[in-house]
C-alpha cells in the first residue's frame, strides 16, 4: 500500500468532496473555496460522482501563477500557500487529555477506507443510473478494496476512539455492501430500469439515505480528529 502525506490542501479537498455520496449528475454551480484561510468562488462541475474545479478560478484564490505551454497547464502556488504544514498541523494527534481523539494513524487509514467506499458507491449509482452492465465480479474489484482498506484501519485503531469510530466504519462498509448486492441482484434481474427514469430515484431509496447520512457524519468526524456519535451510523 502507497504511503500517503496528507498536507492541508489535500485535507481541504477531502472534506469538500467526501460529504457524503455524490450521485451521478453533470451540473455546474458555483461554490466557496477556503483554503488555508484564503476564501473565494469558484464554478464546480459534478461530472459522475466527482467535482471538478475551473483551474483559473482556483489560481485566483490562492493567488498562484498559472500558465500553458503545449500540453501542459503549470500551476505555481505563492510560498504561503505552497509551503508544507508540519504533521501536527494536519492530523491532530491524540493526547491522553482527550478520551474522544482519534490517533493519526487511525485517521489516515480510515479516510482511505472511506475514500474507497464512496468511490465504491458513486461509480456503483452512476453505472445503475446510466444502465451499464454491472456484474458481480466488477463489484467484487471494489468490494475487495474496501474490506482491505477496512482490516488496515483495523489493525491502525490503538485507542478507544479508534475502536468507536472503526465500528462505524465497519457498519458504513456493511451498509454499503448488502446495497451494492441488491443493485448487482436487481441489474441481473433487469428491474432496475426505475432508477433510469427518475434522477432521484435511487438517492432517495432509503437503504441509499441512510448511507449517505454515514458518510456525511464520518466525513465531519474523520476531519475533526475526535470521535462523535451519530445515529445514522448505527
Given amino acids: 500500500m502507497q504511503k500517503h502525506r496528507w498536507n492541508t490542501l489535500q485535507i481541504y479537498a477531502l472534506l469538500f468532496l467526501l460529504p457524503g455520496i455524490t450521485w451521478a449528475q453533470s451540473e455546474q454551480r458555483g461554490r466557496i473555496f477556503v483554503i488555508n484561510g484564503q476564501a473565494g468562488q469558484a464554478n464546480v462541475v459534478d461530472i459522475g460522482g466527482r467535482a471538478y474545479v475551473d483551474v483559473e478560478q482556483l489560481a485566483q484564490i490562492t493567488h498562484a501563477s498559472l500558465s500553458f505551454s503545449a500540453n501542459r497547464i503549470i500551476f505555481s502556488l505563492s510560498t504561503s500557500i505552497a509551503s508544507p504544514p508540519t504533521e501536527s498541523a494536519v492530523v491532530p494527534p491524540h493526547t491522553p487529555q482527550s ?80 446495497w451494492s448486492n441488491r443493485l448487482v441482484q436487481e441489474r441481473k434481474s433487469m428491474d432496475t430500469a426505475k432508477y433510469a427514469l427518475s434522477p432521484n430515484a435511487l438517492r432517495e431509496d432509503p437503504q441509499s439515505q441512510k448511507i449517505i447520512a454515514c458518510g456525511r457524519f464520518l466525513a465531519s468526524m474523520l476531519g475533526s480528529g475526535s470521535f462523535q456519535d451519530d445515529p445514522s451510523c448505527h
Fill in 99 to 178: 478520551d474522544s481523539g482519534l490517533s493519526r494513524e487511525f485517521m489516515r487509514a480510515g479516510i482511505e477506507e472511506f475514500a474507497t467506499m464512496r468511490e465504491w458507491a458513486s461509480t456503483l449509482a452512476y453505472a445503475i443510473q446510466n444502465g451499464y452492465q454491472v456484474t458481480e465480479s466488477w463489484a467484487s474489484d471494489y468490494r475487495e478494496q474496501a474490506a482491505n482498506n477496512l482490516r488496515l484501519a483495523s489493525a491502525a485503531a490503538s485507542t478507544e476512539a479508534d475502536r468507536n469510530a472503526l465500528q462505524f466504519l465497519t457498519n458504513e462498509f456493511e451498509a454499503v455492501r448488502e
